[in-house]
């Protein structure tokens, strides 16, 4: 079997603050996705040719340059998928951070370079209505941090929700977690 292209792609995490401690804004996969079927997951996607030619609001320098030359482009894609996934749309994308990078295994049928993109929902804009469910994402909800590993989750989900915690606890974050699995072993690495 031929092992499939790796594929740029970007999610963005949306985080508030409610009365049972930071949630972060999840979906579910409907059952009939041919990639990761009933999972949760966070709006994003795969980047696309019209990516590359939008206009975008930049990030802080740091994060433009970990995210490297594509930046702009995996920044609008994220916004896309984003609006596509959920009726809603960022005010200020210059509120994001680059988080996490990740590189689906090579055993699966589909396979992306992934980067994680995490923000308040405060950056949200005001007028933005979340869409009904289009059969992509469903039940569409904000997950306490508390529960949200209780989900039905692919691996690397769980392991952006262990960052997520811990910078929203203040943790500080040297370097952005590479998972790095173009190998025949997966490694971490940090993005400096």
């Known amino acids: 079997m031929q092992t499939p292209p790796i594929h740029d792609a970007c999610s963005i995490i949306l985080w508030k603050?409610?009365?049972?401690?930071?949630?972060?804004?999840?979906?579910?996969?409907?059952?009939?996705?041919?990639?990761?079927?009933?999972?949760?997951?966070?709006?994003?996607?795969?980047?696309?040719?019209?990516?590359?030619?939008?206009?975008?609001?930049?990030?802080?320098?740091?994060?433009?340059?970990?995210?490297?030359?594509?930046?702009?482009?995996?920044?609008?894609?994220?916004?896309?998928?984003?609006?596509?996934?959920?009726?809603?749309?960022?005010?200020?994308?210059?509120?994001?951070?680059?988080?996490?990078r990740a590189i689906t295994p090579p055993r699966r049928s589909r396979r992306f370079d992934a980067r994680f993109l995490m923000g308040p929902a405060s950056a949200l804009r005001q007028t933005a209505q979340p869409l009904p469910p289009d059969g992509e994402l469903s039940h569409l909800t904000w997950v306490p941090l508390a529960e949200a590993r209780r989900l039905d989750l692919p691996f690397v989900t769980e392991l952006v929700l262990a960052e997520v915690a811990a910078l929203l606890t203040g943790t500080p974050q040297d370097g952005v977690p590479f998972f790095e699995t173009r190998g025949p072993r997966a490694r971490f690495e940090r993005i400096l």
């Open 17 to 100: 603050k409610t009365a049972r401690g930071s949630a972060v804004l999840m979906g579910q996969r409907g059952a009939g996705a041919s990639f990761m079927p009933h999972k949760f997951v966070f709006p994003g996607g795969r980047l696309d040719d019209t990516d590359h030619d939008a206009p975008f609001q930049s990030l802080d320098a740091q994060c433009q340059r970990r995210l490297g030359p594509q930046a702009g482009a995996l920044i609008r894609c994220g916004l896309r998928e984003l609006t596509e996934e959920t009726g809603l749309e960022l005010d200020r994308a210059q509120d994001l951070r680059f988080i996490f």
